[in-house]
């Protein structure tokens, strides 16, 4: 196939090109900056608010696979614009071009859109891309992981020190982002969408304690977690925004949807098993992540 793709330069989107490029599909992407030619890609400049670019981008592809999206905003506007806008001019470049096949990654947050900003932005794009007439396929993921990813690397951090920082007492699932990678380039090779959730099948999910120490276990560490209260995560983003102003990991928004007690998937939205199942085991996936951390000389 020709695969129209957004978010190719980011961490997610970074794995789905890898994959396409795996499978010997012919791959657009869209880019904000020039890129070194790639063998078996075509990098088109532009961004989501260009509609010329996603114009092109889309032209004569097969599919078009949206990862692009905004997960930290100063306001709701911000995440409006990069989330919900952002999908919507994806949509009318699909709906111009040939492909008919979409596949949006969206969030497990926006089964809860009333507890963020982010959450809410993300809804609103499912809703766009449900409502649109296309052939469509949506992806809710739980917490990702692995090489390339920076959101998770503070707990690694606090894991090789020993204790962990953690919201208050819930569950979580997981996955992998080259798990996760391969059901998004499955879907778009699949004759038939839906709306699904994936995680790492691990039988229960995780807690947050139990998930603090499989990260202690992939860095060395006999981790312990603490739960924090949602009033001092509060304190913590004001002064995350304080020290490290807009690139501040923990913010009010973020806070809002880190203390819900259940961010486990639904097992009725399950991908299929003859469609795709989860491969990388967490632990593994996790020990595999400290690596590259190690590479990079951030643990």
Known sequence: ??????????????????????????????????????????????????ETALARLCEGADATIH??????????????????????AMLHAAEGGSARRFVHI?????????????????????????????????????AIY????????????????????LPPPGKLSVIHAGDLARLIVALAEAPEGGLFEADDGREGAWTHAEFARAIGDAVGRKARGLHMSPALLRLGARIDRIARG?????????????????????????????????AIATPDGLAQTAAWYRGQDLL
């Not at 991908?271 to 989860?278: F, T």
Request: proline share 7%.
């Open 67 to 88: 990862v692009a999206g905004v997960v930290n905003a100063p306001n709701a506007r911000g995440f409006d614009a990069g989330n919900r806008l952002g999908t919507v």
């Open 106 to 142: 969206s969030s497990l947050v926006a089964r809860e859109p009333g507890l963020s900003d982010y959450g809410a932005s993300k809804r609103a794009a499912e809703d766009a891309v449900i409502v649109s007439g296309l052939d469509w396929r949506v992806v809710r993921p739980p």
């Open 146 to 165: 692995g090489p390339g990813d920076t959101d998770m690397l503070a707990l690694f951090q606090m894991a090789k020190r020993g204790l962990v920082l």
């Open 246 to 278: 807009d690139k501040a990991k923990l913010t009010p928004d973020r806070v809002g949807y880190f203390c819900h007690p259940d961010w486990t998937i639904d097992p009725a939205l399950r991908p299929p098993v003859e469609l795709w199942s989860p």
């Open 1 to 50: 196939m020709i695969v129209a793709l957004t978010g190719a330069t980011g961490f997610v989107g970074g794995h789905v090109l890898r994959r396409l490029r795996e499978g010997g599909h012919a791959v657009r992407a869209l880019t904000r900056r020039p890129r070194a030619a790639t063998e078996g890609v075509v990098w088109i400049d532009g961004a989501l608010d260009n």
